[in-house]
């Protein structure tokens, strides 16, 4: 297997997992990889042949450019997905990103809806999604279908430097140094949103200490993956857990 071959195989998996922890509808969402050393990326398609998205195979991932356009002609008449701008703009602003997904999360996207901040309510139970509210939350204030390179370069602006934003009655975005670590960002904001809703379902949500958040702030964060490999020890071990939990 070439290392395209290898990298169109880490974006199907990706897929599986989060279609199958149930982190999007349907056939609504993708996961792309920037190809190093090229002006690239490898996509999730959409066209006649696709599946959902927890049924993606590497055949269904295809080659496009920067400007969203395939770099080759297909027979399955797979095409591009009508968002690819929101990868190709965060690629184009990003050198450190190798990965970015987008989908749509019921339980995040409720949060977009009503008006409800994520808040940090716990530490040592999940640092991982702690550290991605104390680093801030983005939220792009539209709900349109981001179908121009115009609105993919808006999204990529309120992503700026961060690993995930949220889009207003629309979905989330993430863009890591890899496929995987990309995915880990999605299940770490679901399960935050998971946690507030619950929370605030019960009665009164109350957030950590300004000293615990303090103390999380500082704490020494997982080394990130190079050149777009896949991450090794914590995030690599977590995405080896959700790669079996799902069957992937
Ligand atoms: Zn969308």
Not at 61 to 67: C, G, P
Not at 96 to 114: A, E, G, K, N
Not at 223 to 248: K, N, Q
């Amino acid at each position: 297997m070439n290392d395209i071959e290898r990298i169109r195989e880490r974006v199907a998996r990706a897929c599986r997992v989060l279609g199958r922890l149930d982190l999007t509808k349907a056939a609504m969402g993708h996961v792309s990889a920037r190809i190093p050393g090229r002006d690239t990326l490898l996509i999730r398609a959409r066209g006649p042949g696709e599946l959902g998205v927890r049924y993606t195979e590497a055949e269904q991932i295809v080659e496009v450019d920067l400007d969203g356009n395939l770099t080759q002609e297909n027979d399955a008449g797979l095409n591009s997905p009508i968002e690819v701008f929101i990868h190709t703009e965060i690629y184009r602003k990003r050198p450190d990103v190798y990965s970015v997904i987008h989908i749509h999360p019921p339980t995040v996207v409720l949060f977009t809806v009503c008006d409800k901040p994520l808040l940090p309510l716990y530490g040592a139970f999940d640092p991982a999604s702690l550290q991605l509210v104390l680093d801030g939350i983005p939220t792009y204030e539209r709900s349109v279908l981001i179908d121009s390179p115009q609105l993919g370069r808006e999204v990529a602006g309120v992503i700026a430097d961060k690993r995930v934003c949220l889009m207003r009655g629309h979905g989330i975005t993430t863009a890591a140094p890899s496929v995987e670590e990309a995915a880990l960002a999605a299940i770490h904001i679901n399960e935050l949103a998971t946690m507030n809703y619950q929370a605030y379902l019960l009665g009164h949500p109350r957030p950590i200490s300004r000293e615990d958040q303090a103390a999380f702030r500082t704490l020494e964060r997982a080394p990130v993956s190079h050149d777009g490999e896949p991450p090794t020890g914590r995030p690599g071990a977590l995405w080896r857990y959700y790669c079996e939990l799902t069957e992937a």
